[in-house]
């Protein structure tokens, strides 16, 4: 399988470009407007069919690409099905498969940052959205969130998942790129705490808004066309 992890510099967020070697048939996830070009030109380097573009989550800090994409290749668009994204192609559920040659993203539902987050599972791989970082996990405390939610997407979901799973996360702060989850378990340190000491620790976190909030949320409402 062929795998890409861009990166946008200005709100630190990853993207992945999966596609399938021999039909190359794609996937794009969490695509970023301000790098439409970009991944364009490495989906026509790279001899893709772009079938879907998805976005983990109805981001804040960023405005997606997903209607760009669409109207430029033909894919269709993904999100939550509680994200309430009326122009999205599919409303996604836990369980769910985005097939693309023989291969097979497996959706899992993992609220918390946001009330309609996903995480997307693939041959040993999970691509985590804003639910579990590198070493740390997404805020809660705006669209809906809610630590002890999230606590138990991580806990009860993402780390039963096998220990050299490669985690990808959507987001990173401090120059990582991967893990896994077995490393998180022992590492994390929001994640070694008990669900009442992280509840506790999210709540007093008192970060600023995302500075794009204002514009990013009611355009990836509009998938990105807002």
Avoid: W
């Avoid at 369980?95 to 996903?118: K, W, Y």
């Avoid at 070694?192 to 008192?206: G, P, V």
């Amino acid at each position: 399988m062929i795998l890409r992890q861009l990166f946008d510099h200005e709100s630190y967020t990853y993207t992945y470009l999966l596609a399938d070697k021999n039909t190359h048939e794609a996937v794009i996830i969490d695509p970023v407007k301000e790098h439409l070009a970009r991944d364009l030109k490495l989906i026509n380097e790279l001899g893709l069919t772009l079938l879907y573009a998805l976005d983990t989550h109805v981001h804040a800090d960023h405005v997606t690409s997903a209607g760009d994409l669409r109207e430029a290749t033909g894919c269709e668009t993904g999100v939550s099905s509680g994200g309430d994204v009326d122009c999205a192609d599919l409303s996604l559920n836990d369980n769910d498969e985005i097939q693309f040659g023989r291969h097979a993203l497996r959706v899992m539902t993992t609220p918390g940052h946001t009330d309609s987050c996903l995480s997307f599972y693939i041959n040993n791989m999970v691509f985590s959205g804003d639910a579990l970082f590198i070493r740390g996990t997404g805020r809660t405390d705006f669209q809906q969130g809610d630590a002890g939610t999230l606590y138990d997407s991580i806990s009860q979901k993402l780390f039963t998942l096998a220990d050299d799973t490669i985690l990808y996360p959507a987001h990173d702060y401090r120059g990582h790129t991967r893990s896994t989850i077995g490393e998180e378990k022992q590492f994390n340190p929001r994640m070694t705490q008990s669900r009442a000491e992280f509840i506790e620790t999210m709540n007093e976190l008192d970060l600023p808004d995302p500075k794009k909030m204002m514009e990013a949320v009611p355009a990836n409402l509009a998938c990105g066309k807002g």
